[in-house]
Nanobody
Framework: QVHVVESGGGLVQAGGSLRLSCAASGRTFSSYAMGWFRQAPRKEREFVAAISWSGTITYYADSVKGRFTISRDSAKNTVYLQMNSLKPEDTAVYYC????????????????WGQGTQVTVSS
């Protein structure tokens, strides 16, 4: 089992940057694909980015491609989401999730979820 905790959210002006962290517990963390999702008010939770267990494969939503970067440090059991050139439409609660299978963008395939961290981008 994997327990994940997100941190690093906050309030930032449009054009600014934030780095989210996802700290995971569990001896098998390095074998899990990891993903970031977000949920804005009155909207469904949506895929943002994912990284394979090896860190060699990454996926991004079109809306964040070129602005966000997902990475992982298995020695620290941590996954990061570097967010640059932030826009007001990036405002949401960001969730980290762990997938026992292969890397995927499909929300229902993720097995373990954190509580989320709020990101607010002001215009």
């Amino acid at each position: 089992q994997v327990h994940v905790v997100e941190s690093g959210g906050g309030l930032v002006q449009a054009g600014g940057s934030l780095r989210l962290s996802c700290a995971a517990s569990g001896r098998t963390f390095s074998s899990y694909a990891m993903g970031w999702f977000r949920q804005a008010p009155r909207k469904e939770r949506e895929f943002v980015a994912a990284i394979s267990w090896s860190g060699t494969i990454t996926y991004y939503a079109d809306s964040v491609k070129g602005r966000f970067t997902i990475s992982r440090d298995s020695a620290k059991n941590t996954v990061y989401l570097q967010m640059n050139s932030l826009k007001p439409e990036d405002t949401a609660v960001y969730y980290c999730a762990a997938d026992r299978g292969t890397i995927t963008t499909k929300i229902h395939q993720y097995d373990y979820w954190g509580q989320g961290t709020q990101v607010t981008v002001s215009s």
